[in-house]
């Protein structure tokens, strides 16, 4: 009898042992960072040679779109890059056509780097506080153009998914350690409600309109993209 409750005890303990040691996995947090932009004039049509002026003046602390709170990225931290893409909406359900290399791009405060038929790279000035940049894109051929502004960290979707050490979340009520995971970044251009959605939809393939759409997408289609129609 004596050795039978021995056994018990010895396995009492062995179990306790083990929970104790169990591994703790940490609580991962996505982030999903936004920089507002604007694109001025925001009317639905510019003639030929007019100039659209995208102006960027945000803080570095920047707004976490699944949670609403706000994070400080400086340049030490994570580098940005930062462009355009620029396309011709060709009609209902086409596909639309690079362009960019039809428009005459002036910096003002900033940098450009490169450039093809759709894309375009520009830079940010960085003040130790906040982030900014202003270039004037101007159209030389007649057309339903859409601007869409791209935002990611070096390293595009490979730099995706990874884990942001220089962003410190405090543990969770049982103790367990959070850690920030780099979900995406966007623009949102003039607060996404002046961007004529409804003439891009007009004149091209819409993904948003699509059922089951990823909210990534229907943000760069909807608050990334801006529409205008060059006459």
């Known amino acids: 009898m004596k050795t039978t409750f021995l056994c018990l005890g010895l396995l009492a303990s ?53 949670s609403g709170k706000r994070y400080r990225i400086r340049p030490q931290d994570m580098t940005f890059v930062t462009g355009f893409a620029i396309k011709e909406l060709q009609g209902i359900g086409q596909l639309p056509t690079g362009i960019a290399n039809t428009v005459n791009v002036v910096a003002k405060v900033g940098q450009l780097s490169g450039g093809g038929t759709t894309t375009g ?10 982030y900014q940049g202003k270039y004037g894109l101007i159209p030389t051929q007649r057309g339903v153009t859409a601007v ?3 935002l990611s960290p070096v390293g595009g979707g490979q ?16 103790g367990t350690e ?23 939809s007009q004149h091209t393939k819409a993904y948003a309109l699509d059922p089951g759409i990823d909210p990534r997408n229907l943000l760069y289609e909807e608050q990334s993209t801006f529409t205008v129609e060059v006459n």
């Not at 790279?121 to 906040?130: H, K, P, Q």
């Not at 995706?160 to 410190?168: C, E, N, S, V």
Request: glycine share 6%; aromatic share 12%; net charge neutral.
């Open 14 to 66: 062995l179990s306790v042992g083990l929970s104790g040691c169990k591994k703790q996995y940490p609580v991962v947090v996505p982030l999903l960072f936004l920089a507002p932009v604007t694109i001025t004039p925001s009317a639905r049509t510019m003639q030929l040679g007019d100039t659209l002026w995208l102006t960027a003046c945000f803080s570095d602390s920047l707004l976490d779109y699944n």
């Open 121 to 130: 790279r520009f830079s940010l000035v960085y003040d130790g506080a906040r």
């Open 148 to 150: 869409s502004l791209l």
């Open 159 to 174: 730099a995706l998914r990874t884990y942001l050490p220089f962003i410190h979340l405090p543990p969770v009520a049982d």
């Open 178 to 200: 959070q850690k920030a995971l780099l979900e995406d970044m966007y623009f949102v251009i003039n607060g996404g409600t002046a961007n004529n959605y409804d003439l891009y």
